[in-house]
T-cell receptor, first 111, second 119 residues
Framework: GENVEQHPSTLSVQEGDSAVIKCTYSDSASNYFPWYKQELGKRPQLIIDIRSNVGEKKDQRIAVTLNKTAKHFSLHITETQPEDSAVYFCAVITGANNLFFGTGTRLTVIP | GAVVSQHPSRVICKSGTSVKIECRSLDFQATTMFWYRQFPKQSLMLMATSNEGSKATYEQGVEKDKFLINHASLTLSTLTVTSAHPEDSSFYIC???????????????FGEGSWLTVV
């Protein structure tokens, strides 16, 4: 299947600072790149997504950038708050229409 | 928004028995359904992808005879863990793709997940 790498695996930031999580993928035909937030034992919650024909998308404090040439995309959270603490997963829909997840990042926002 | 219902949410079974998990799309037609397994503190690992009316496509390392997937209709897919063993204990979660959603039919909805414990 698709190889989706995600970094860092853990990230701690002070409240109010920004957090950046990066993912790379291998299938150049991949066309959809969602980001999910997941609490333990619960379903992933979609927080933002970007499609292959767009380079950047922003929704309030959350933004995602995509570089198709380099095959990487990033999640940016500004003005972080304690409630942003969670595990975040990037995901990729490949050319074969399968959805693969990155390895996850545990974000901790320190009050 | 669209809803995907997954049952049961928790199940405990004896080693050697089989367990069926259902995944239903309640208000849309799911052209594709995905099944994932997630161990504690790990990512969601894709087990298989199923399209309505056709055989599921399994990821490498996933035994198709052990994890039986049926996608009999556009609103229902089932995962049956056969001859379950303690190492099969995990969080299993399905997702369904709304093939008619705008703009490119890639909207995906997740079920609530199922905790399987094999004793």
């Amino acid at each position: 299947g698709e190889n989706v790498e995600q970094h860092p695996s853990t990230l701690s930031v002070q409240e109010g600072d920004s957090a950046v999580i990066k993912c790379t993928y291998s299938d150049s035909a991949s066309n959809y790149f969602p980001w999910y937030k997941q609490e333990l034992g619960k379903r992933p919650q979609l927080i933002i997504d970007i499609r292959s024909n767009v380079g950047e998308k922003k929704d309030q404090r959350i933004a995602v950038t995509l570089n198709k040439t380099a095959k990487h995309f990033s999640l940016h959270i500004t003005e972080t708050q304690p409630e942003d603490s969670a595990v975040y997963f990037c995901a990729v829909i490949t050319g074969a229409n399968n959805l693969f997840f990155g390895t996850g990042t545990r974000l901790t926002v320190i009050p | 928004g669209a809803v995907v219902s997954q049952h049961p949410s928790r199940v405990i079974c004896k080693s050697g028995t089989s367990v069926k998990i259902e995944c239903r799309s309640l208000d849309f037609q799911a052209t594709t359904m995905f099944w994932y397994r997630q161990f504690p503190k790990q990512s969601l690992m894709l087990m298989a992808t199923s399209n309505e009316g056709s055989k599921a496509t399994y990821e490498q390392g996933v035994e198709k005879d052990k994890f039986l997937i049926n996608h009999a209709s556009l609103t229902l897919s089932t995962l049956t863990v056969t001859s379950a063993h303690p190492e099969d204990s995990s969080f299993y979660i399905c997702s369904a793709r709304d093939g008619m959603s705008h703009p490119s039919g890639n909207t995906i909805y997740f079920g609530e997940g199922s905790w399987l414990t094999v004793v």
